[in-house]
Protein backbone atom coordinates (compact mmCIF):
# COMPACT_ATOMS: atom_id res chain seq x y z
CA UNK A 1 0.00 0.00 0.00
CA UNK A 2 0.96 3.21 -1.16
CA UNK A 3 1.77 6.23 1.66
CA UNK A 4 1.37 9.41 -0.05
CA UNK A 5 -0.27 11.10 2.75
CA UNK A 6 -1.01 14.31 3.70
CA UNK A 7 0.76 13.93 6.69
CA UNK A 8 3.85 13.32 4.71
CA UNK A 9 3.45 16.98 2.99
CA UNK A 10 2.07 18.83 6.02
CA UNK A 11 5.87 21.16 5.96
CA UNK A 12 5.70 21.31 2.08
CA UNK A 13 4.98 24.90 0.90
CA UNK A 14 1.37 25.13 0.07
CA UNK A 15 2.07 26.48 -3.15
CA UNK A 16 3.25 23.17 -3.91
CA UNK A 17 0.14 20.81 -3.40
CA UNK A 18 -0.42 19.71 -6.79
CA UNK A 19 -4.35 20.53 -7.44
CA UNK A 20 -5.64 17.60 -8.74
CA UNK A 21 -7.38 14.73 -6.71
CA UNK A 22 -8.23 15.59 -3.19
CA UNK A 23 -5.93 18.05 -3.10
CA UNK A 24 -7.85 20.90 -5.04
CA UNK A 25 -10.12 23.08 -3.57
CA UNK A 26 -9.11 22.58 -0.07
CA UNK A 27 -11.15 24.10 2.86
CA UNK A 28 -9.53 27.26 3.86
CA UNK A 29 -8.00 27.01 7.50
CA UNK A 30 -5.25 28.81 7.14
CA UNK A 31 -2.68 26.34 6.66
CA UNK A 32 -3.26 23.99 3.69
CA UNK A 33 -1.36 20.75 5.07
CA UNK A 34 -3.49 20.52 7.59
CA UNK A 35 -6.49 21.43 5.28
CA UNK A 36 -5.74 18.02 3.30
CA UNK A 37 -4.92 16.33 6.27
CA UNK A 38 -8.26 17.06 7.77
CA UNK A 39 -10.28 16.06 4.47
CA UNK A 40 -8.23 12.72 4.62
CA UNK A 41 -8.83 11.80 7.87
CA UNK A 42 -12.33 12.31 7.39
CA UNK A 43 -13.35 10.10 4.52
CA UNK A 44 -10.69 7.49 5.81
CA UNK A 45 -13.49 6.97 8.20
CA UNK A 46 -15.53 5.60 4.93
CA UNK A 47 -12.92 2.73 4.82
CA UNK A 48 -10.93 4.64 1.83
CA UNK A 49 -6.85 3.63 1.51
CA UNK A 50 -4.02 6.08 0.60
CA UNK A 51 -4.46 3.95 -2.79
CA UNK A 52 -7.74 5.01 -3.43
CA UNK A 53 -7.16 8.27 -2.47
CA UNK A 54 -4.37 9.13 -4.51
CA UNK A 55 -6.15 7.95 -8.14
CA UNK A 56 -7.98 10.35 -10.39
CA UNK A 57 -11.52 11.17 -8.75
CA UNK A 58 -14.57 11.23 -10.78
CA UNK A 59 -17.75 13.20 -9.07
CA UNK A 60 -20.98 11.29 -9.92
CA UNK A 61 -23.91 13.39 -9.62
CA UNK A 62 -26.81 11.36 -8.19
CA UNK A 63 -30.14 13.01 -9.28
CA UNK A 64 -32.11 9.77 -7.50
CA UNK A 65 -35.55 10.54 -5.72
CA UNK A 66 -38.40 9.12 -4.49
CA UNK A 67 -40.54 11.99 -6.57
CA UNK A 68 -38.96 11.21 -9.77
CA UNK A 69 -39.42 8.13 -11.52
CA UNK A 70 -37.81 9.16 -14.48
CA UNK A 71 -34.79 8.85 -12.59
CA UNK A 72 -35.83 5.69 -10.93
CA UNK A 73 -32.57 3.61 -12.48
CA UNK A 74 -30.24 5.69 -10.78
CA UNK A 75 -28.87 4.01 -8.56
CA UNK A 76 -28.26 1.11 -11.24
CA UNK A 77 -26.57 3.80 -13.35
CA UNK A 78 -24.38 5.05 -10.78
CA UNK A 79 -22.74 1.44 -10.00
CA UNK A 80 -22.33 0.59 -13.90
CA UNK A 81 -20.35 4.19 -13.90
CA UNK A 82 -18.43 3.71 -10.45
CA UNK A 83 -17.37 0.11 -12.48
CA UNK A 84 -16.08 1.96 -15.60
CA UNK A 85 -14.05 4.56 -13.71
CA UNK A 86 -12.46 1.57 -11.53
CA UNK A 87 -11.72 -0.42 -14.48
CA UNK A 88 -9.91 3.09 -15.93
CA UNK A 89 -7.94 3.50 -12.43
CA UNK A 90 -10.04 5.80 -11.17
CA UNK A 91 -12.18 6.29 -7.70
CA UNK A 92 -15.62 7.54 -8.16
CA UNK A 93 -17.46 9.15 -5.40
CA UNK A 94 -21.37 10.35 -5.64
CA UNK A 95 -23.02 12.97 -4.64
CA UNK A 96 -26.41 14.40 -4.68
CA UNK A 97 -28.13 17.40 -6.19
CA UNK A 98 -31.47 18.56 -6.25
CA UNK A 99 -33.44 16.65 -8.96
CA UNK A 100 -36.42 17.73 -10.66
CA UNK A 101 -39.83 15.59 -11.75
CA UNK A 102 -41.30 17.48 -14.17
CA UNK A 103 -45.25 16.19 -13.05
CA UNK A 104 -44.32 16.76 -9.32
CA UNK A 105 -42.52 20.47 -9.14
CA UNK A 106 -45.08 23.12 -8.09
CA UNK A 107 -45.03 25.87 -9.59
CA UNK A 108 -43.43 24.39 -12.77
CA UNK A 109 -39.96 22.72 -13.00
CA UNK A 110 -39.43 25.56 -15.33
CA UNK A 111 -38.83 27.43 -12.08
CA UNK A 112 -36.61 25.31 -10.52
CA UNK A 113 -34.18 24.83 -13.09
CA UNK A 114 -31.91 27.26 -12.65
CA UNK A 115 -32.04 26.93 -9.06
CA UNK A 116 -30.64 23.03 -10.00
CA UNK A 117 -28.10 24.99 -12.29
CA UNK A 118 -26.82 26.92 -9.22
CA UNK A 119 -26.91 23.85 -7.44
CA UNK A 120 -24.73 21.40 -10.06
CA UNK A 121 -22.39 24.61 -10.29
CA UNK A 122 -20.97 25.22 -7.12
CA UNK A 123 -21.30 21.48 -5.81
CA UNK A 124 -18.90 20.77 -8.56
CA UNK A 125 -16.78 23.68 -7.93
CA UNK A 126 -17.04 23.12 -3.65
CA UNK A 127 -15.21 19.14 -4.13
CA UNK A 128 -12.14 17.59 -4.92
CA UNK A 129 -12.74 16.22 -8.11
CA UNK A 130 -10.85 15.76 -11.63
CA UNK A 131 -14.03 15.60 -13.85
CA UNK A 132 -17.74 14.80 -13.24
CA UNK A 133 -20.67 12.42 -15.10
CA UNK A 134 -24.05 13.81 -14.80
CA UNK A 135 -26.57 11.95 -14.30
CA UNK A 136 -29.81 13.79 -15.66
CA UNK A 137 -33.33 12.99 -17.71
CA UNK A 138 -36.33 14.48 -16.50
CA UNK A 139 -36.87 17.71 -18.80
CA UNK A 140 -35.27 20.04 -16.66
CA UNK A 141 -32.76 18.10 -15.04
CA UNK A 142 -30.17 17.63 -18.16
CA UNK A 143 -30.03 21.34 -19.19
CA UNK A 144 -29.03 22.30 -15.88
CA UNK A 145 -26.74 20.32 -15.07
CA UNK A 146 -25.59 21.08 -18.72
CA UNK A 147 -25.40 24.67 -17.75
CA UNK A 148 -24.08 24.30 -14.27
CA UNK A 149 -21.29 22.60 -15.74
CA UNK A 150 -20.83 24.73 -18.58
CA UNK A 151 -19.94 27.67 -15.81
CA UNK A 152 -17.84 24.86 -13.36
CA UNK A 153 -16.14 24.15 -16.72
CA UNK A 154 -14.48 20.76 -15.49
CA UNK A 155 -13.88 18.30 -17.37
CA UNK A 156 -17.30 16.16 -17.39
CA UNK A 157 -19.70 13.86 -19.09
CA UNK A 158 -23.54 14.07 -19.64
CA UNK A 159 -25.31 10.72 -19.07
CA UNK A 160 -29.19 10.59 -19.84
CA UNK A 161 -31.27 7.98 -17.70
CA UNK A 162 -32.88 6.75 -21.15
CA UNK A 163 -36.13 6.67 -22.34
CA UNK A 164 -39.35 4.42 -20.28
CA UNK A 165 -40.70 1.10 -22.43
CA UNK A 166 -44.00 1.33 -24.41
CA UNK A 167 -46.61 -0.29 -23.06
CA UNK A 168 -50.20 -1.48 -24.39
CA UNK A 169 -53.94 -0.72 -24.16
CA UNK A 170 -56.54 -2.76 -25.06
CA UNK A 171 -54.34 -3.57 -28.18
CA UNK A 172 -52.62 -0.37 -29.10
CA UNK A 173 -49.19 0.85 -28.12
CA UNK A 174 -49.22 3.99 -25.61
CA UNK A 175 -46.40 5.54 -23.76
CA UNK A 176 -46.19 8.98 -22.16
CA UNK A 177 -46.99 11.55 -22.75
CA UNK A 178 -48.08 12.51 -26.14
CA UNK A 179 -50.64 9.60 -25.40
CA UNK A 180 -51.51 10.96 -22.10
CA UNK A 181 -52.44 14.00 -23.85
CA UNK A 182 -54.34 12.28 -26.73
CA UNK A 183 -56.37 9.93 -24.43
CA UNK A 184 -57.01 13.02 -22.10
CA UNK A 185 -58.69 15.19 -25.20
CA UNK A 186 -60.72 11.99 -25.55
CA UNK A 187 -62.08 11.69 -22.37
CA UNK A 188 -62.51 15.41 -22.39
CA UNK A 189 -64.65 14.89 -25.67
CA UNK A 190 -66.40 11.81 -24.15
CA UNK A 191 -64.97 9.44 -26.21
CA UNK A 192 -64.06 7.41 -23.92
CA UNK A 193 -65.60 7.18 -20.47
CA UNK A 194 -64.31 7.44 -16.44
CA UNK A 195 -63.83 3.83 -16.16
CA UNK A 196 -61.05 4.00 -19.75
CA UNK A 197 -59.61 6.63 -18.57
CA UNK A 198 -58.37 4.99 -15.12
CA UNK A 199 -57.49 2.11 -17.07
CA UNK A 200 -55.45 3.47 -19.64
CA UNK A 201 -53.77 5.68 -16.48
CA UNK A 202 -52.22 2.52 -15.69
CA UNK A 203 -50.99 1.84 -18.94
CA UNK A 204 -48.75 4.78 -20.12
CA UNK A 205 -45.91 5.04 -18.35
CA UNK A 206 -44.68 1.13 -18.93
CA UNK A 207 -41.39 1.60 -16.97
CA UNK A 208 -39.07 4.18 -15.01
CA UNK A 209 -37.25 6.46 -17.21
CA UNK A 210 -38.30 9.66 -19.52
CA UNK A 211 -41.02 9.94 -21.81
CA UNK A 212 -40.84 7.48 -24.59
CA UNK A 213 -41.83 10.20 -27.21
CA UNK A 214 -39.75 12.93 -28.58
CA UNK A 215 -40.68 15.26 -25.80
CA UNK A 216 -37.90 17.26 -23.95
CA UNK A 217 -36.28 14.73 -22.26
CA UNK A 218 -35.36 12.85 -25.26
CA UNK A 219 -35.10 16.27 -27.45
CA UNK A 220 -31.94 16.99 -24.42
CA UNK A 221 -30.49 13.95 -24.88
CA UNK A 222 -30.17 13.74 -28.33
CA UNK A 223 -28.92 17.61 -28.10
CA UNK A 224 -26.31 16.22 -25.40
CA UNK A 225 -24.96 14.07 -27.95
CA UNK A 226 -25.14 16.31 -30.54
CA UNK A 227 -23.28 18.47 -28.98
CA UNK A 228 -20.76 16.09 -28.18
CA UNK A 229 -21.12 16.08 -24.05
CA UNK A 230 -22.36 12.62 -24.17
CA UNK A 231 -20.70 9.52 -25.51
CA UNK A 232 -22.06 8.56 -28.88
CA UNK A 233 -25.19 6.68 -29.17
CA UNK A 234 -25.99 7.79 -25.66
CA UNK A 235 -29.45 8.81 -26.45
CA UNK A 236 -31.79 6.53 -26.79
CA UNK A 237 -30.96 3.33 -25.13
CA UNK A 238 -34.17 2.89 -22.79
CA UNK A 239 -33.62 3.31 -19.03
CA UNK A 240 -33.94 -0.13 -18.11
CA UNK A 241 -31.82 -2.09 -20.65
CA UNK A 242 -28.49 -3.44 -21.10
CA UNK A 243 -27.62 -1.07 -23.63
CA UNK A 244 -28.24 1.66 -21.30
CA UNK A 245 -26.13 0.48 -18.18
CA UNK A 246 -23.29 -0.31 -20.93
CA UNK A 247 -23.50 3.31 -22.38
CA UNK A 248 -23.22 4.22 -18.03
CA UNK A 249 -20.04 1.97 -17.91
CA UNK A 250 -18.31 3.25 -21.15
CA UNK A 251 -19.19 7.11 -19.80
CA UNK A 252 -17.36 6.46 -16.32
CA UNK A 253 -14.25 5.19 -18.20
CA UNK A 254 -14.14 8.26 -20.48
CA UNK A 255 -14.42 10.51 -17.44
CA UNK A 256 -11.17 9.09 -15.92
CA UNK A 257 -9.32 9.82 -19.45
CA UNK A 258 -11.13 13.19 -19.54
CA UNK A 259 -9.57 14.23 -16.54
CA UNK A 260 -6.45 13.00 -17.48
CA UNK A 261 -6.47 15.06 -20.56
CA UNK A 262 -8.22 17.95 -19.38
CA UNK A 263 -10.96 17.92 -21.57
CA UNK A 264 -13.18 20.68 -20.53
CA UNK A 265 -15.94 21.75 -21.62
CA UNK A 266 -14.88 25.27 -23.20
CA UNK A 267 -13.19 22.58 -25.66
CA UNK A 268 -16.40 20.83 -26.56
CA UNK A 269 -18.81 23.48 -26.34
CA UNK A 270 -17.70 25.66 -29.05
CA UNK A 271 -19.80 27.26 -31.92
CA UNK A 272 -19.67 24.93 -34.26
CA UNK A 273 -21.13 22.28 -31.67
CA UNK A 274 -23.89 24.79 -31.17
CA UNK A 275 -24.95 24.97 -34.65
CA UNK A 276 -24.92 21.09 -34.85
CA UNK A 277 -27.02 20.58 -31.98
CA UNK A 278 -29.54 23.49 -33.57
CA UNK A 279 -29.28 21.15 -36.41
CA UNK A 280 -30.21 18.29 -35.13
CA UNK A 281 -33.16 19.98 -32.77
CA UNK A 282 -34.48 20.73 -35.60
CA UNK A 283 -33.89 17.36 -37.49
CA UNK A 284 -35.39 15.30 -34.73
CA UNK A 285 -38.84 17.49 -34.93
CA UNK A 286 -37.65 18.10 -30.96
CA UNK A 287 -39.47 20.21 -28.33
CA UNK A 288 -39.45 24.04 -28.42
CA UNK A 289 -38.11 23.84 -24.66
CA UNK A 290 -34.94 22.43 -26.65
CA UNK A 291 -34.27 26.01 -28.14
CA UNK A 292 -34.64 27.57 -24.33
CA UNK A 293 -32.41 25.76 -22.87
CA UNK A 294 -30.01 25.19 -25.63
CA UNK A 295 -29.85 29.47 -25.87
CA UNK A 296 -29.35 28.57 -21.74
CA UNK A 297 -26.44 26.55 -22.27
CA UNK A 298 -24.82 28.87 -24.96
CA UNK A 299 -25.31 31.81 -23.08
CA UNK A 300 -23.04 30.21 -20.18
CA UNK A 301 -19.98 29.82 -22.61
CA UNK A 302 -20.61 33.66 -23.93
CA UNK A 303 -22.60 32.76 -27.30
CA UNK A 304 -25.92 34.06 -28.48
CA UNK A 305 -28.45 32.10 -30.14
CA UNK A 306 -29.77 34.26 -33.14
CA UNK A 307 -33.23 33.23 -33.51
CA UNK A 308 -33.79 34.92 -37.25
CA UNK A 309 -30.95 32.63 -38.06
CA UNK A 310 -32.14 29.92 -36.66
CA UNK A 311 -34.96 30.04 -38.39
CA UNK A 312 -33.32 30.36 -41.77
CA UNK A 313 -31.21 27.55 -40.94
CA UNK A 314 -34.68 25.73 -40.13
CA UNK A 315 -35.97 26.35 -43.72
CA UNK A 316 -32.85 23.88 -45.20
CA UNK A 317 -32.83 21.33 -42.42
CA UNK A 318 -35.66 18.71 -42.76
CA UNK A 319 -37.75 16.74 -39.74
CA UNK A 320 -36.03 13.17 -40.62
CA UNK A 321 -37.18 11.24 -37.30
CA UNK A 322 -40.92 9.69 -37.51
CA UNK A 323 -41.46 9.83 -33.75
CA UNK A 324 -44.34 11.24 -31.63
CA UNK A 325 -45.84 13.90 -31.49
CA UNK A 326 -44.37 14.95 -35.33
CA UNK A 327 -44.71 11.22 -36.24
CA UNK A 328 -45.40 8.20 -34.92
CA UNK A 329 -42.64 6.20 -33.28
CA UNK A 330 -41.07 5.27 -29.48
CA UNK A 331 -37.56 6.68 -28.47
CA UNK A 332 -37.27 2.38 -28.40
CA UNK A 333 -38.15 2.36 -32.08
CA UNK A 334 -34.96 4.99 -32.66
CA UNK A 335 -32.52 2.84 -30.73
CA UNK A 336 -33.54 -0.10 -32.88
CA UNK A 337 -33.09 1.97 -35.79
CA UNK A 338 -29.52 2.86 -34.69
CA UNK A 339 -30.20 5.98 -32.83
CA UNK A 340 -28.59 9.34 -33.36
CA UNK A 341 -25.75 8.38 -35.05
CA UNK A 342 -28.42 7.49 -38.12
CA UNK A 343 -29.68 10.64 -38.02
CA UNK A 344 -26.35 12.59 -38.22
CA UNK A 345 -25.35 10.61 -40.96
CA UNK A 346 -28.46 11.99 -42.77
CA UNK A 347 -27.53 15.17 -41.68
CA UNK A 348 -23.75 15.31 -42.64
CA UNK A 349 -23.85 17.17 -45.51
CA UNK A 350 -25.47 20.29 -42.77
CA UNK A 351 -22.79 19.20 -40.26
CA UNK A 352 -19.51 20.71 -38.33
CA UNK A 353 -17.75 17.31 -38.49
CA UNK A 354 -14.93 18.43 -37.50
CA UNK A 355 -16.41 19.76 -33.70
CA UNK A 356 -14.51 17.77 -31.13
CA UNK A 357 -16.64 15.30 -28.70
CA UNK A 358 -15.91 13.58 -25.15
CA UNK A 359 -14.50 10.58 -26.95
CA UNK A 360 -10.97 12.66 -28.59
CA UNK A 361 -12.37 12.08 -31.73
CA UNK A 362 -14.48 14.40 -34.31
CA UNK A 363 -18.61 14.18 -34.45
CA UNK A 364 -17.70 13.09 -38.52
CA UNK A 365 -15.19 10.24 -37.04
CA UNK A 366 -18.16 9.17 -35.25
CA UNK A 367 -20.44 8.85 -37.32
CA UNK A 368 -18.18 7.34 -40.09
CA UNK A 369 -17.95 4.54 -37.00
CA UNK A 370 -21.17 3.64 -36.33
CA UNK A 371 -23.22 1.17 -38.61
CA UNK A 372 -25.30 1.79 -41.53
CA UNK A 373 -28.93 -0.39 -41.97
CA UNK A 374 -32.08 -0.23 -43.38
CA UNK A 375 -34.65 0.77 -41.06
CA UNK A 376 -38.09 2.76 -41.50
CA UNK A 377 -37.74 5.47 -37.80
CA UNK A 378 -35.60 8.02 -39.57
CA UNK A 379 -36.03 9.31 -43.18
CA UNK A 380 -33.83 9.43 -45.88
CA UNK A 381 -32.41 13.30 -46.20
CA UNK A 382 -33.68 13.25 -49.21
CA UNK A 383 -37.30 12.08 -48.39
CA UNK A 384 -38.14 13.73 -44.84
CA UNK A 385 -40.76 13.03 -43.06
CA UNK A 386 -41.33 16.77 -42.92
CA UNK A 387 -39.75 19.48 -45.55
CA UNK A 388 -38.69 22.01 -43.62
CA UNK A 389 -37.54 22.57 -39.95
CA UNK A 390 -39.89 21.63 -37.29
CA UNK A 391 -39.69 24.97 -35.63
CA UNK A 392 -40.69 28.12 -36.93
CA UNK A 393 -39.53 31.52 -35.96
CA UNK A 394 -41.83 34.35 -35.98
CA UNK A 395 -41.91 38.23 -35.68
CA UNK A 396 -44.40 41.24 -35.53
CA UNK A 397 -46.69 43.69 -33.71
CA UNK A 398 -47.31 41.28 -31.36
CA UNK A 399 -44.33 39.81 -30.64
CA UNK A 400 -41.50 42.14 -31.40
CA UNK A 401 -39.09 39.99 -29.87
CA UNK A 402 -40.38 36.61 -31.74
CA UNK A 403 -42.51 33.80 -31.19
CA UNK A 404 -42.03 30.40 -32.32
CA UNK A 405 -44.29 27.61 -33.36
CA UNK A 406 -43.51 23.82 -33.67
CA UNK A 407 -44.98 23.67 -37.55
CA UNK A 408 -44.33 19.72 -37.83
CA UNK A 409 -46.86 18.90 -34.77
CA UNK A 410 -49.36 21.29 -35.84
CA UNK A 411 -52.58 21.07 -38.20
CA UNK A 412 -51.34 22.47 -41.89
CA UNK A 413 -54.18 24.40 -42.26
CA UNK A 414 -54.16 26.32 -39.77
CA UNK A 415 -50.26 27.73 -40.01
CA UNK A 416 -52.00 30.37 -42.66
CA UNK A 417 -55.00 31.49 -40.36
CA UNK A 418 -57.16 34.62 -39.21
CA UNK A 419 -59.35 34.51 -36.85
CA UNK A 420 -60.70 36.21 -33.36
CA UNK A 421 -59.30 36.46 -30.19
CA UNK A 422 -60.73 34.99 -27.05
CA UNK A 423 -58.70 36.12 -24.71
CA UNK A 424 -58.02 34.53 -21.22
CA UNK A 425 -55.76 36.92 -18.54
CA UNK A 426 -54.14 34.48 -16.97
CA UNK A 427 -54.22 30.34 -16.15
CA UNK A 428 -56.87 30.81 -13.64
CA UNK A 429 -59.01 33.26 -15.95
CA UNK A 430 -58.89 30.26 -18.37
CA UNK A 431 -59.13 27.76 -15.20
CA UNK A 432 -62.30 29.21 -14.92
CA UNK A 433 -63.98 30.10 -18.18
CA UNK A 434 -62.41 27.11 -20.78
CA UNK A 435 -65.07 24.82 -20.47
CA UNK A 436 -68.08 27.12 -19.42
CA UNK A 437 -70.85 26.01 -22.12
CA UNK A 438 -71.99 29.66 -22.39
CA UNK A 439 -68.38 30.65 -23.70
CA UNK A 440 -68.65 32.49 -26.94
CA UNK A 441 -66.01 30.39 -29.01
CA UNK A 442 -65.89 29.08 -32.44
CA UNK A 443 -63.72 26.28 -34.07
CA UNK A 444 -62.05 29.44 -36.19
CA UNK A 445 -61.43 31.70 -33.31
CA UNK A 446 -57.62 32.03 -31.86
CA UNK A 447 -57.23 31.34 -27.97
CA UNK A 448 -55.08 33.49 -26.43
CA UNK A 449 -53.32 33.27 -22.68
CA UNK A 450 -51.64 36.09 -20.98
CA UNK A 451 -49.31 35.94 -18.35
CA UNK A 452 -47.83 32.58 -17.88
CA UNK A 453 -44.50 33.59 -19.15
CA UNK A 454 -41.13 33.75 -17.42
CA UNK A 455 -42.03 36.34 -14.85
CA UNK A 456 -46.41 36.69 -15.23
CA UNK A 457 -46.42 32.70 -13.73
CA UNK A 458 -43.79 32.71 -12.67
CA UNK A 459 -42.06 30.12 -13.88
CA UNK A 460 -43.36 29.86 -17.51
CA UNK A 461 -45.57 26.80 -17.26
CA UNK A 462 -45.84 24.34 -20.06
CA UNK A 463 -50.07 25.92 -20.06
CA UNK A 464 -49.56 27.22 -23.66
CA UNK A 465 -50.51 23.98 -24.55
CA UNK A 466 -54.40 25.54 -23.79
CA UNK A 467 -57.45 22.50 -24.02
CA UNK A 468 -60.03 22.69 -26.31
CA UNK A 469 -62.56 24.07 -25.22
CA UNK A 470 -65.06 21.29 -24.00
CA UNK A 471 -67.65 22.29 -25.43
CA UNK A 472 -66.13 22.10 -28.87
CA UNK A 473 -64.38 19.09 -27.77
CA UNK A 474 -67.43 17.50 -28.02
CA UNK A 475 -68.17 18.32 -31.39
CA UNK A 476 -65.06 16.63 -32.36
CA UNK A 477 -62.53 19.86 -32.78
CA UNK A 478 -59.14 18.54 -32.16
CA UNK A 479 -57.00 21.77 -32.73
CA UNK A 480 -57.68 25.44 -32.62
CA UNK A 481 -54.99 28.21 -33.41
CA UNK A 482 -53.84 29.54 -29.50
CA UNK A 483 -50.84 31.83 -28.50
CA UNK A 484 -48.97 32.55 -25.35
CA UNK A 485 -46.19 33.87 -23.86
CA UNK A 486 -45.46 30.56 -21.90
CA UNK A 487 -44.22 26.78 -22.91
CA UNK A 488 -45.72 24.18 -24.10
CA UNK A 489 -44.46 20.11 -23.10
CA UNK A 490 -42.40 18.79 -25.96
CA UNK A 491 -44.59 15.96 -26.18
CA UNK A 492 -47.58 18.41 -26.91
CA UNK A 493 -48.95 18.55 -30.56
CA UNK A 494 -50.93 21.54 -31.97
CA UNK A 495 -51.35 25.05 -33.77
CA UNK A 496 -49.48 26.84 -30.58
CA UNK A 497 -47.53 30.05 -30.69
CA UNK A 498 -45.36 30.39 -28.05
CA UNK A 499 -42.63 32.09 -26.12
CA UNK A 500 -44.29 35.46 -27.40
CA UNK A 501 -41.88 38.33 -26.41
CA UNK A 502 -41.65 40.77 -24.23
CA UNK A 503 -44.40 38.56 -21.97
CA UNK A 504 -47.32 40.27 -21.55
CA UNK A 505 -46.69 40.68 -17.33
CA UNK A 506 -43.94 43.29 -18.64
CA UNK A 507 -46.20 45.26 -20.95
CA UNK A 508 -45.71 43.58 -24.50
CA UNK A 509 -48.05 44.48 -26.79
CA UNK A 510 -49.72 40.05 -25.92
CA UNK A 511 -50.91 41.99 -22.60
CA UNK A 512 -52.88 44.45 -24.77
CA UNK A 513 -55.03 42.05 -26.67
CA UNK A 514 -58.77 42.21 -26.43
CA UNK A 515 -61.98 40.19 -27.14
CA UNK A 516 -63.09 40.38 -30.41
CA UNK A 517 -59.55 41.20 -32.07
CA UNK A 518 -58.56 39.87 -35.33
CA UNK A 519 -55.16 38.23 -34.99
CA UNK A 520 -52.92 36.95 -38.08
CA UNK A 521 -50.37 33.98 -38.43
CA UNK A 522 -48.75 33.43 -41.35
CA UNK A 523 -45.79 30.84 -40.79
CA UNK A 524 -44.72 31.32 -44.40
CA UNK A 525 -44.01 34.84 -43.97
CA UNK A 526 -42.90 34.03 -40.67
CA UNK A 527 -45.27 36.85 -39.30
CA UNK A 528 -47.81 36.79 -36.12
CA UNK A 529 -49.67 40.64 -36.24
CA UNK A 530 -52.76 42.15 -33.79
CA UNK A 531 -54.88 43.61 -36.84
CA UNK A 532 -55.58 46.35 -34.50
CA UNK A 533 -54.54 50.19 -35.60
CA UNK A 534 -51.76 52.04 -33.76
CA UNK A 535 -53.81 54.55 -32.01
CA UNK A 536 -55.96 51.83 -30.80
CA UNK A 537 -52.84 50.14 -29.06
CA UNK A 538 -51.42 53.06 -27.74
CA UNK A 539 -55.11 54.30 -26.02
CA UNK A 540 -54.79 50.77 -24.29
CA UNK A 541 -51.11 51.07 -23.81
CA UNK A 542 -51.61 54.18 -21.48
CA UNK A 543 -54.25 52.49 -19.44
CA UNK A 544 -52.47 49.27 -18.99
CA UNK A 545 -51.08 48.75 -15.04
CA UNK A 546 -49.06 45.62 -14.47
CA UNK A 547 -50.00 43.28 -11.70
CA UNK A 548 -47.89 43.53 -8.67
CA UNK A 549 -45.18 40.71 -8.41
CA UNK A 550 -43.10 40.85 -5.39
CA UNK A 551 -41.79 38.73 -2.76
CA UNK A 552 -40.04 39.53 0.70
CA UNK A 553 -37.75 37.04 0.59
CA UNK A 554 -36.09 33.54 -0.90
CA UNK A 555 -35.72 31.79 -4.14
CA UNK A 556 -39.00 33.54 -5.81
CA UNK A 557 -37.36 37.22 -4.97
CA UNK A 558 -34.57 36.34 -6.57
CA UNK A 559 -36.18 34.31 -9.55
CA UNK A 560 -38.43 37.81 -10.32
CA UNK A 561 -35.49 40.02 -9.87
CA UNK A 562 -33.25 37.54 -12.26
CA UNK A 563 -35.07 35.91 -14.93
CA UNK A 564 -34.44 36.63 -18.17
CA UNK A 565 -36.46 36.22 -20.98
CA UNK A 566 -37.37 33.27 -23.68
CA UNK A 567 -34.91 34.46 -26.16
CA UNK A 568 -32.00 34.74 -23.37
CA UNK A 569 -33.20 31.25 -22.36
CA UNK A 570 -35.10 32.43 -18.99
CA UNK A 571 -31.61 32.23 -17.46
CA UNK A 572 -30.76 34.57 -14.68
CA UNK A 573 -28.97 37.33 -15.63
CA UNK A 574 -25.74 36.93 -12.89
CA UNK A 575 -25.25 33.59 -13.81
CA UNK A 576 -24.83 34.73 -17.69
CA UNK A 577 -20.68 36.14 -18.44
CA UNK A 578 -20.63 39.69 -18.62
CA UNK A 579 -20.44 40.49 -21.85
CA UNK A 580 -21.81 37.83 -24.76
CA UNK A 581 -19.05 38.05 -27.83
CA UNK A 582 -19.77 35.54 -30.00
CA UNK A 583 -23.20 34.54 -31.95
CA UNK A 584 -24.21 31.09 -34.16
CA UNK A 585 -26.16 30.31 -36.49
CA UNK A 586 -22.90 32.06 -38.20
Known amino acids: MTTNSASDKRHDNPDEVRQT ?82 SFSTPTSMYLRNLMSMDTEEMIRAQPMDSVVLIGGCDKTVPAQLMGAASANLPMLELVTGAMLTSGHRGVRVGACTDCRRYWGMYRGQEIDDQEIEEVNAKLVGSVGTCSVM ?8 ISEALGVALPGSASPPAVTADRMRVAEATGRQAVINARAGVTPDKILTEKAFENALRVLLAIGGSTNGIIHLTAIAGRMGIDIDLAAFDRMSRETPVLVDLKPSGQHYMEDLHRAGGLPTVLRELKPLLHLDAMTVTGRTLGEEIDAAPAFEQRVVHRFDAPLYPAGGIAFVRGNLAPGGAIIKQSAADARLMEHEGRAVVFEDAEDMAARIDDPTLDVTAEDVLVLKRIGPVGAPGMPEAGYLPIPRKLARQGVRDMLRISDGRMSGTAAGSIVL ?32 LVDEAELARRREGWRPVALTAERGYRKLFLEQITQADQGCDFAFLRPPTIQRRVPK
Open 215 to 222: GTASTMAC
Open 499 to 530: HVTPEAALGGPLALVENGDRIRLSVSERRLEL
Open 21 to 102: GLNQGLVNYGDAGFSLFLRKAFIKGAGYSDDALNRTIVGIVNTGSGYNPCHGNAPQLIEAVKRGVMLEGGLPIEFPTISIAE
